[in-house]
């Protein structure tokens, strides 16, 4: 596999914000010895998004770049992430998300980092929460919510978000050819479901590999006023804690958890139906007492444990099947993947 840079945008309906983005990618002081591209996908967007972003990358008259815009037209985070990293060309993919603006050395200094070391299996960035101003005084205090900070558990926790990572492809394909599969979904439409980047993380993990952090890939994150609201910040709140059960079976792995996975999954069950009950019952009273709804701390704890229940209920035979099969994977090798 060829060593350079391929950078991932998708995007679903991204028309107003794509231009930035891909602005700053234009400003992207990458030395003439390392080849790198950028691949656009256009995953089910109504709004011309591929014409958007040909006409903006013409306007940038940037030299030397190879410029695509694929389509993939099955919804979903997730499944344009996978068209983009199967057409993509060099062996670092770098997940760059419709809201990201990269600083001008991005490129440049993870293409270093991820060359010195062949064991980094994944290596994030720092986020740099950019609200659409006017911004909405009442979210500022929640924005470490969004893409935001310094990203300091990564090496400890196993895991970095996707705005702003680098994978390696041969690495992934060596996964799928094994056989593996995601149980998470990450976005699809205007759904918040999450977890498709912290599975990669930790099945990489699983095999041998590191998952790291610098502050110096830094990137400003763009949260337009649509998604500065109280109610969007709820909802996260609920996917996060939805899409975190799906990842049980990893969960337990990586701590050596030698529980058959349908007890841990049943003593979490009854944990959380016990929180969820002793959330509810002071809810329905200050509801019938006072009418006042759920302040936005209440309303985030009651719905992520809500969340939690459900999903435990909905995917328990899933996360048993899956749980089995990446065991399988993992322990029918080496823990460590060839990299071609």
């Known amino acids: 596999m060829t060593e350079g840079v391929s950078i991932i945008v998708c995007c679903f309906n991204s028309a107003k914000r794509l231009p930035n983005t891909l602005k700053h990618l234009a400003e992207q002081q990458v030395p003439d010895n390392i ?30 770049v190879e410029f695509r815009v694929i389509k993939q037209p099955i919804p979903g985070l997730s499944n344009a992430r996978e068209k ?21 050395d991005y490129v440049n ?17 720092c986020g740099i929460f950019e609200p659409e101003q006017p911004i909405n005084t009442q979210i500022e205090k929640y924005k470490t919510v969004y893409v935001n900070g310094s990203q300091t558990w990564a090496a400890n926790e196993h895991w970095v978000y996707g705005a702003g990572a680098l994978y390696r492809k041969s ?37 041998g590999y590191q998952i790291l952090s610098d ?12 998604r500065q609201s109280l109610r969007y910040i709820s909802d996260l709140s609920f996917w996060i804690s939805y899409s975190h059960v799906l990842l049980t079976g990893y969960i337990a792995l990586m701590n050596k958890d030698k529980r058959p996975i349908q007890k841990i ?27 006042r709804v759920l302040g936005l701390s209440q309303a985030r704890n009651f719905r992520a444990t809500y969340a939690t229940v ?31």
């Open 215 to 226: 502050n110096r890939l830094t990137f400003k994150h763009y949260v337009p006023i649509k």
């Open 310 to 340: 459900y999903s435990l209920i909905k995917n328990r035979n899933r996360i048993i099947k899956h749980h089995k099969r990446i065991k399988e994977i993992i322990l029918s090798e080496t823990n460590t993947l060839e990299i071609t």
């Open 109 to 125: 200094t993870a293409f270093k980092i991820m060359s010195s070391d062949p064991l980094i299996g994944a290596l994030g960035g």
């Open 171 to 207: 690495l992934l394909i060596a996964l799928k050819n094994r056989g593996w599969e995601q149980i998470t979904s990450d976005r699809i439409g205007n759904k918040l479901i999450c977890g498709g980047d912290v599975e990669i993380c930790f099945m990489l993990y699983l095999t």
């Open 265 to 291: 999954l049943n003593g979490w069950f009854m944990a959380q139906t016990l929180t969820l009950m002793r959330l509810i019952i002071p809810f329905l009273y200050q509801r019938l007492t006072t009418r």
């Open 84 to 104: 983009g990293f199967i057409e993509a060309r060099y062996e670092f993919l770098l997940f760059c998300d419709d809201d990201n603006w990269l600083c001008s």
């Open 35 to 64: 080849p790198w591209e950028i691949i656009v996908v256009d995953n089910a967007s109504t709004d011309d998004i591929s014409s958007v972003a040909i006409a903006q990358w013409e306007k940038n008259q940037v030299l030397g």
